[in-house]
């Protein structure tokens, strides 16, 4: 059950057929704005800090956007609902936690993460960490800790980004997924993340957009109220607080979520970027309801497509990653089907890229200085290292099948165990060492990769309702905390205490 | 960092409960509950509190979210009933539209209302100018 939840977070399998004009235009539409977006985006890249931090010249309304399109990869619209549809209630924890998360992060990481790139200079998450505890252990650890979770998770949203565009193209899986590397690989490397920031920005409202469309179909196609008597008549568990998985199961999800939100790279990396800090002020309200008004599409589809399986007016689907193709297909009009398979190309391409990015941040900047090395010109290397670390991805998506889904699991995990201790803890609190950095990146990372692969190789397996990335969450934190008060460290450089102050 | 530490044990105590034989109980739940809504409380306490400040805006927010956590995890595990409200049925409907939605009317509010006195104020900003400027000038030395 564990497992096959799991893989359930991943897009593996082939999408119906979508091979239809209206569709097809649709996306050459779509992905000639972005190719427009990323020529123009190149022409303001010129030193490592355009490529990295945008020149910390975006507004508030396109950091929105862009996080948002970030956070959110293909899962929010295809396997989410497909989730939604096979476990009910149960799923929704995984959103849940986004009325919470945007306070959270501003109020923990934002003010602090901007205001130290400025003041130092800072291009990269792992940069944070490094100043703050005098460590280029810590750093490199927590750039390393990084490529690892993006490879695995990048392949998986190659294959996902090949399926979505051998549906809508019909050019055969492995040209897919080089078509969909390449496009995304041509703006990420020539206009680093200022490119990402403002394609994401398009990718982002038509993600909104879509949404919201859909969520309406989703309630007139299922009958309103109509739809919450007939699932609860039919199957009660499907609507009932903890879905079809235990509470414990369920508030775990929650808890990986909520708070791994605090550490994703590729997401709060993006505060540097911010032109002015004082517009921080609008960041939870704007990002809660963009974020909101996006995971609408999540909720509505799933429960829409069990109400029409129950009502009879829908065949039981046969995989529950066909709930939105599906619906799509038989319930809505076509054009709006069109931008909704855009917006999942979208939805995917904005995480690649902001994954492309950090990595290639960790690889050029955190960890030579682990070593005591600089890259001398980071803007070429960056390039380079991005178009290392993409054809490293495609090719890890091609090989598919197991080995994808399983690099992909532990993603989301892996940032957490290995960044919340250090980066939300740490710049929040003048007693965290140096020590309990590096102890806590190296026990969420060990225990991470053991305990999953102990899992995938079914020679452990944990009891219902632990996860592994909620408990290798929490180790972290533990080790993080007692390494702490046990060692010794002289408080953090003047200026990085007064932010921690401010 | 105490409540924040006594989080991480209760949700660490939830895990561990789940490997006594019988499996995870209703006592693992509920120490997963206190645990998640005082680590957010916790943290977010660390991050948005500044020495010298009136805590009471942030602080009733924080509270409020506390209850939240607590009441709209908790209330669903004791209690069940075949009403529907706004649609779901009402130990649903206490998580969906307690958890998931009623903080964003509340946090994101009173982070705007507070954040000129109480996060990031223009002499701040002045502050913080001040430094980088230092910093350029000894990076130059």
């Known amino acids: 059950m564990r497992s096959s939840l799991l893989l359930s977070f991943l897009q593996t399998h082939s999408l119906p057929p979508l091979t239809q004009p209206t569709i097809v235009t649709v996306a050459i539409l779509y992905f000639t704005v972005v190719a427009a977006i990323g020529t123009w985006a190149t022409r303001r890249t010129r030193t490592a800090r355009d490529f990295f931090v945008a020149g910390r010249g975006v507004g508030v309304v396109p950091l929105t956007l862009a996080t948002m399109a970030a956070t959110l990869s293909g899962f929010a619209f295809i396997g989410g609902p497909g989730l939604m549809y096979s476990l009910g209630l149960g799923a929704l924890f995984i959103i849940l936690p986004a009325a919470t998360t945007n306070a959270m992060s501003a109020w923990v990481l934002a003010k602090r993460l901007r205001l130290l790139g400025e003041v130092r200079s800072l291009i990269t998450v792992p940069d944070a960490i490094g100043v703050r505890f005098n460590s280029p252990a810590a750093q490199g650890l927590a750039g390393l800790s990084i490529v690892i979770a993006v490879i695995g998770y990048m392949a998986t949203n190659i294959l996902a980004l090949g399926l979505v565009i051998d549906a809508i193209f019909g050019v055969g899986l492995g040209w897919g997924i080089w078509i969909g590397m390449t496009v995304t690989l041509a703006y990420s490397v020539s206009g680093g993340i200022t490119a990402g920031v403002y394609t994401d920005v398009f990718q982002g409202t038509l993600m909104a957009i879509a949404s919201v469309l859909v969520f309406v179909y989703a309630i007139e196609v299922g009958g309103g109220g109509e739809m919450t008597r007939s699932i609860v008549a039919a199957d009660p568990a499907f609507l009932s607080p903890w879905g079809k998985i235990s509470p414990l199961a369920a508030l775990s999800f929650f808890f990986v979520f909520g708070m791994g939100a605090l550490a994703q790279p590729h997401v709060v990396h993006k505060f540097y970027m911010l032109k002015d800090p004082l517009r921080l002020k609008w960041y939870p309200l704007l990002s809660s309801i963009a974020l909101m008004v996006t995971l609408l599409l999540f909720f509505g589809v799933g429960t829409a497509t069990k109400a029409l399986v129950v009502q009879g007016k829908l065949a039981p689907l046969t995989r529950p990653d066909d709930a939105t193709p599906i619906f799509l297909l038989q319930f809505t009009p076509l054009l709006l089907s069109a931008i909704v398979f855009a917006g999942v190309a979208a939805a995917i391409m904005s995480t690649v890229n902001s994954f492309m990015n950090v990595a290639a941040a960790a690889l050029t900047h955190d960890i030579p200085s682990w070593v005591n090395r600089r890259v001398r010109d980071e803007l070429l290397w960056g390039r380079i290292s991005t178009v290392a670390i993409s054809i490293v991805a495609a090719v890890v998506a091609q090989a598919s099948g197991a080995l994808v889904a399983f690099l992909g699991i532990f993603g989301w995990g892996l940032f957490a165990s290995t960044l919340v201790p250090s980066l939300a803890v740490g710049l929040n609190w003048k007693g965290a060492t140096k020590h309990g950095a590096v102890a806590s990146i190296t026990v969420g990372l060990m225990s991470t990769l053991i305990l999953e692969t102990l899992g995938y190789f079914k020679a452990f397996t944990l009891p219902s309702g632990v996860t592994v990335s909620g408990l290798s969450l929490v180790l972290s934190l533990l080790t993080f905390i007692g390494i702490s008060a046990i060692t010794k460290q002289a408080g953090p450089d003047a200026d990085v205490a007064m932010i921690m102050e401010i | ?141």
């Open chain 2, 1 to 141: 960092m105490a409540a924040l530490t006594c989080a991480a044990i209760a949700i660490a105590a939830a895990y561990a409960s789940a490997f006594l034989p019988g499996g995870a109980t209703v006592i693992s739940s509920v120490l997963m509950i206190i645990g998640i809504a005082t680590m957010a409380v916790a943290l977010m306490i660390l991050g948005a509190i500044r020495e010298g400040t009136r805590a009471r805006p942030i602080g009733f927010a924080l509270s409020f979210l506390f209850a939240v956590l607590v009441l709209g995890f908790g209330i669903p595990l004791f209690f069940s009933s075949r009403d529907i409200w706004l649609g779901l049925p009402a130990a649903t409907a206490i998580i969906v539209y307690g958890v998931g939605i009623l903080p964003v009317f509340v946090l994101p509010l009173v982070y705007a209302w507070t954040f000129d006195d109480r996060t990031l104020s223009g002499e701040d900003i002045e502050r913080i100018r001040e430094l980088t400027r230092n910093h350029a000038d000894k990076s130059s030395e």
